[in-house]
């Protein structure tokens, strides 16, 4: 037990030794200029001889167009929307499998029919701040029901696809 405590108190001694002794190679990292400088003087030495790094200016980036191809929230539609929704995001992931179905648009338009296609939205239902949402929603949704896969983006755009959305 003795043996461990002085084997322990020498290795202490030591780890303190190169502790200490490690202290002044901090120091080297100065420029010589400012190794006897200290406080004050020393951060107005130091910020004197260090070179301003240039900025590079940032230009705004243009976010990527809307994918119809992704799945919609359908936490947030209407009740009306919401079989739609569920059944579209369930297609929408099942088409994405490429060993299984190869050409997305070609799965997507097979399967879509199968889903129930919304209907007008009884707005009276709707909580005040989504009436409003509602009404517009009732005005487009029978428009927008010609691109199922784009359907979300279009209520969003009161009637209209985005322009790269749009076939030739």
């Known amino acids: ?80 929307d919401l079989d739609f929704c569920i059944g579209r995001n369930e297609i929408i992931l099942s088409c994405r499998n490429k060993a299984k179905y190869p050409d997305f648009a070609a799965c997507f338009s097979g399967f879509i029919p199968n889903v129930k296609a919304p209907v007008a939205a009884n707005c009276g239902r709707e909580k005040a701040d989504m009436k409003n949402t509602c009404t517009a929603r009732n005005t487009f949704y029978a428009k927008c029901l010609g691109e199922p896969l784009g359907y979300f983006l279009c209520l969003a755009n009161k009637g209209k696809l985005p322009e790269h959305l749009l076939k030739p």
């Open 1 to 80: 037990m003795r043996f461990s405590n002085i084997v322990l108190a020498q290795l202490l001694v030591a780890c303190l030794g190169l502790a200490a002794t490690s202290a002044p190679a901090q120091m080297s990292l100065l420029p010589p200029t400012c190794a006897s400088l200290n406080g004050e003087a020393l951060d107005k030495c130091v910020r004197d001889i260090t070179v301003t790094q240039i900025v590079p200016k940032l230009e705004a980036v243009e976010p990527p167009p809307p994918d119809p191809a992704m799945p919609a929230n359908c936490t947030r539609v209407l009740a009306a």
